[in-house]
């Protein structure tokens, strides 16, 4: 009976068992290294402001810092494989709400929670549109989104001459105790690094998980019981609402906004740096929407205003360079060189999200799949 | 008399058997097993045996006793009327019909653009159809494709679509959170509904026949563990009717085998099979019931010995030497 | 009269501009999947070079322009070339024209002796010559008539390439399969500069249409693309008949609302995003078929 109930009752299903973490002899010279890099870091992010001065004023720093957001808002949305060129019309209705709050008298504490919330409808629009293109069809509704809000909501609204409708609007103001430029680049550095910091946990979470999923196959991904569509919305809504909050703080620190600032062209730069600091990279994008946002003002006044327009070749350059042997952007480059650092060996090639959008996701793309071909080959 | 010895081994081997045979059957109407007797078997106690009872289910299939289908509780679980869809001039589907039940392996058959993956397609929600009516469990199915697979439609795909970047651990995860959310209950063993979703995923894993390493990224896979990986990856969602795009593809002899087994043993244990293939021998040896395509119509549908012998059939796979 | 004339007349130019840029963007989608966001870019590029030899170097004009479209066809292949050919998949050469984009973009500001001006005059010979129109006070401007003839021909050329030439079914094939359009014998180093030169020589000339009708600048040119994407989308990026319509529609509907409804003052400026919903709209009404498509397409 003993032998009968044995065969019959649930057997044990034999695991591996993990292997015992043993320690590597490199381990020690990485945790050094990991440690001495991170407060270097930190040291010079907190000292920032004046460690540039010889460069140029804070104010160039700042706006490096916000254009580090809008990057961020864009490559944010690598991680469902698509990419925005809205962000600067986002940016723009982030100005116009922390206006009309601050006209109205809130607190700052109040305003960033309410331009956070204004975001989401914006967002849930461009989501919408997100549901049913894909790839470029989706960056080109984007676009001309941004054109539409552009001409139509900020010319109007934000007036001819510029500032806001018109004599009876005050400027924006930062909030009290950050007025000054070095102060300033503190809320502000604090609140990327914020943003950063969600990202980078939202990512590291079954959420990225399930983002991963759906970007390497949308259609297994929704077959298993998942909807595509849920996650697509989030990740727009996420990429709007640092956006927006990115044009509430753009408006504290210019004052005063001419009304064509916000041209769809910018949004295609702005796309220029997340490629440059890789696409779907929390941190390439921050750093590489700093440099590059900075880099500008700072050749400005160090070069006293021979220089303009050279940015927008420079990064041109960049982002060439970017895409022909560089995909992965500043992200990879920077994931590269720290492995070497560390003594690790040779890092795994890092699929960036770039490569896997296929522009042919329009009507070629519906009829070649309607007609039952696998387009998962390439050639 | 010791109680040891009323379980001879021979009444030991019969009872395996019996065990084997009977599956997750529950209640037998009178006079089911023909001696006039019924038989109850409580489903708790059943589901205690499910690992031995799969594990002799592998043993005797081992070619020395055939095993008998079981065929309890056979009911429609899919009902597909007049399904049709054009792209522009292409009749990619025209009128398609085709029933599909539980504990049975039904095939979809046809020359290649026949529309068999366009069917398949159109089975989960990823196309829509000009007209049709399509019913699974008593459901009207027209709902986003997430939502047909909560409610029970497993599907693997021509070309396996893993999650590359992801360990096939996380792959396998993915059907276990579908399975919970939409509170769906494992067909072909119960027991693992009760089970956390790492422990499901190795069971399903170890059921299907992948030995490899569950924390490997699945893209690094070779090509027959795409296919095991993706099949086990629809068993985690805990599906009642699994689709099958041309799954024997690709395999070689032996582990064209090992998967005939496994089709025949999830099918005993009550799981619907809807199948594509184009191995002729694999198509008529396995399923229960086949449905033939070409241009997007059906040509032919019943079982193996029928179609085998169907002029159109013949006509149109192998052509007619004039 | 004179109203409804001057519209047409406006309308019909802006169309041109807008049917010029929008064909060369979907000749390249066409032919190799990629949208060609510098499309515009090219174009200055190619204006700046001739203005440069027209008006600073006394060169005369047909030959300076011929220079420039010359200058717009080799970048066009010098581009297949090192950067189409390295990188293969269409999406990252999407990403490769947007980056050219921004570097043309600022290459105008860059070359020194070109100024730190935004917009500069550059005419053509035909400038100040006019054929009036019998019966209204308005008169077409021969720079206007060139651009129309050239549109007309550029089209019905492009059309009859795709069409009825090997070399068009060849663009065609290498589109929608590069491998098996390399199993048939098509070379696709032969297509693919064929067709990015042809793309970016159409760009310098329609620069070199436009320019005498409007100031040489790169940033008007940049509004201009960011239309055109609006008028391929009208399209599906596949049809030029359709493109070519939807770039006349828009601008008729912009310049109309201009000029009989001036309150409304950002109604003119909403269209291509208006247009882009009822596209979509329609594009849904037809049955959310085609667009579930891409989500078996996209993997």
């Known amino acids: ?379 | 008399m010791n109680r040891r010895e009323i379980f001879s081994p021979d009444a030991k081997r019969r009872a395996a058997r019996f065990m084997a045979d009977r599956g997750t059957a529950v209640r037998r109407p009178n006079g089911g097993n023909g001696h006039g007797r019924t038989l109850v078997l409580d489903p708790k106690k059943l589901a205690r045996f499910e690992p031995a009872r799969q594990r002799l289910a592998g043993q005797l299939t081992d070619g020395a006793l055939p095993v008998r289908r079981a065929r309890i509780g056979q009911r429609e679980i899919l009902q597909v009327a007049d399904l049709t869809i054009h792209f522009g001039g292409v009749h990619a589907l025209e009128g398609v019909d085709l029933v599909a039940r539980t504990a049975e392996i039904a095939g979809v058959i046809g020359p290649n653009g026949a529309g068999k993956t366009t069917f398949f397609n159109c089975l989960s929600g990823l196309l829509t159809p000009d007209r049709g009516v399509i019913t699974f469990d008593g459901h009207k199915l027209d709902g986003s494709p997430a939502s047909r697979g909560r409610l029970g439609l497993g599907r693997t795909f021509q070309t396996p679509r893993l999650f590359g970047s992801l360990s096939v651990m996380e792959n396998l995860k993915f059907g276990c959170r579908t399975a919970d959310s939409a509170r769906r209950e494992y067909v072909f063993d119960p027991s693992l509904r009760r089970l956390s979703h790492e422990e499901r995923g190795v069971r399903i894993a170890h059921m299907v026949g992948f030995r490899g390493d569950l924390g490997a990224p699945a893209g690094s896979l070779p090509f027959g563990d795409l296919r095991t990986v993706e099949l086990a990856r629809a068993l985690c969602g805990a599906p009642s009717l699994l689709m099958l795009d041309e799954p024997a593809s690709g395999l070689d002899v032996a582990q064209a085998e090992d998967f005939v087994d496994l089709l025949r043993s999830l099918s005993d244990l009550g799981l619907a099979i809807l199948l594509i293939e184009h191995d002729m021998s694999l198509v008529m040896g396995i399923c229960d019931h086949i449905t033939v395509l070409d241009f997007g119509q059906v040509l032919a549908a019943g079982p193996p010995s029928e179609i085998q012998r169907n002029e159109a059939v013949i006509e149109a796979y192998l052509g007619r030497s004039d | 009269m004179t109203k409804l004339i001057q519209t047409l007349i406006i309308g019909l130019e802006y169309g041109c501009v807008y049917a010029l840029i929008a064909m060369g963007m979907v000749l390249v989608y066409r032919a190799t999947g990629v949208l060609n966001i510098a499309h515009g870019g090219v174009g200055v590029l190619a204006g700046f070079v001739a203005w440069d030899l027209n008006t600073l170097r006394g060169w005369p004009y047909f030959p300076a322009i011929g220079v420039g479209i010359g200058v717009a066809i080799v970048s066009g292949l010098l581009f297949e070339r090192f950067v189409a050919r390295k990188v293969v998949k269409p999406f990252l050469v999407t990403v490769a024209t947007l980056a050219l984009f921004l570097l043309l973009q600022g290459l105008v500001f860059v070359v020194p002796w070109w100024g730190n001006t935004w917009g500069q005059v550059f005419n053509s010979p035909f400038a100040n010559k006019q054929v009036a129109i019998p019966g209204a006070n308005y008169a077409v401007s021969w720079d206007q008539l060139v651009l129309f003839g050239n549109v007309i021909a550029f089209f019905v050329g492009l059309y009859w390439v795709l069409r009825r030439t090997r070399v068009g079914l060849a663009m065609r094939a290498v589109s929608d399969d590069p491998t098996a359009a390399r199993l048939m014998g098509i070379r696709q180093k032969v297509v693919a500069p064929v067709v990015w030169g042809l793309a970016f020589g159409l760009s310098g000339l329609t620069t070199m249409l436009l320019a005498p009708i409007l100031l040489l600048d790169n940033t008007s040119l940049t509004a201009f693309t960011l239309k055109a994407l609006t008028v391929t989308f009208v399209g599906g990026l596949v049809s030029l008949p359709l493109t070519v319509a939807g770039a006349m529609t828009l601008a008729l509907l912009e310049v109309s609302t201009q000029l009989y409804l001036p309150s409304a003052r950002g109604l003119s400026d909403a269209w291509p995003f208006l247009i882009l919903v009822v596209v979509l709209v329609a594009r849904f009404a037809r049955g959310t078929k085609a667009l579930e498509d891409t989500a078996v397409a996209a993997v």
């Open chain 1, 1 to 379: 009976m003993s032998t009968m109930l044995e065969d019959l009752a649930p057997g044990k299903v034999s695991r591996p068992r993990p292997p015992k973490p043993t320690v590597q002899p490199g381990d020690r010279r990485r945790t050094a290294t990991r440690t001495i890099g991170v407060t270097l870091l930190i040291a010079f992010v907190l000292t920032m402001p004046y460690d540039m001065k010889w460069a140029g004023s804070s104010f160039a720093l700042d706006y490096g810092v916000i254009i580090g957001m809008a990057v961020l808002s864009m490559s944010v949305l690598g991680w469902i494989g698509e990419f925005t060129l809205a962000t600067v019309a986002q940016m723009g209705f982030g100005l116009v709400v922390v206006n009309l709050l601050q006209d109205a008298g809130l607190p700052f504490a109040l305003i960033l929670p309410v331009v956070i919330l204004s975001s989401i409808p914006i967002s849930v629009l461009l989501g919408v549109f997100a549901l049913r293109l894909k790839g470029v069809d989706f960056a080109i509704a984007t676009l001309a989104f941004g054109y539409t809000a552009q001409k139509t909501f900020f010319q109007t609204y934000l007036g001819v001459q510029g500032g806001f409708g018109g004599t009876s609007s005050k400027a924006i103001s930062r909030p009290v105790g950050f007025t000054g430029s070095e102060s300033f680049y503190y809320l502000i550095m604090g609140s990327l690094l914020l943003m950063a910091l969600i990202c980078w946990a939202v990512n590291r979470s079954w959420i990225g998980t399930s983002l991963t999923a759906l970007r390497e196959s949308e259609a297994a991904f929704s077959v298993l019981g998942h909807s595509p569509g849920a996650y697509k919305i989030f990740t727009i809504c996420l990429s709007g609402a640092i956006a927006t909050v990115a044009g509430a703080y753009f408006g504290m620190l210019q004052g005063l906004v001419p009304s064509n600032y916000f041209q769809p062209a910018l949004a295609i730069l702005y796309f220029g740096f997340a490629v440059a600091g890789g696409m779907g990279s929390v941190a390439g994008a921050c750093v590489a929407g700093i440099f590059f946002g900075a880099l500008p003002k700072y050749f400005d006044s160090l070069s006293e205003g021979h220089f303009v327009g050279y940015d927008q070749f420079f990064i041109g350059i960049v982002a060439l360079i970017v895409v022909l042997w560089i995909p992965g952007g500043m992200a990879d480059v920077g994931r590269r060189l720290w492995r070497r650092v560390e003594g690790g060996g040779p890092a795994p090639p890092m699929v960036s999200p770039l490569e896997e959008i296929d522009v042919r996701d329009g009507v070629e793309g519906a009829i070649a799949a309607a007609a039952g071909l696998d387009t998962g080959v390439e050639a």
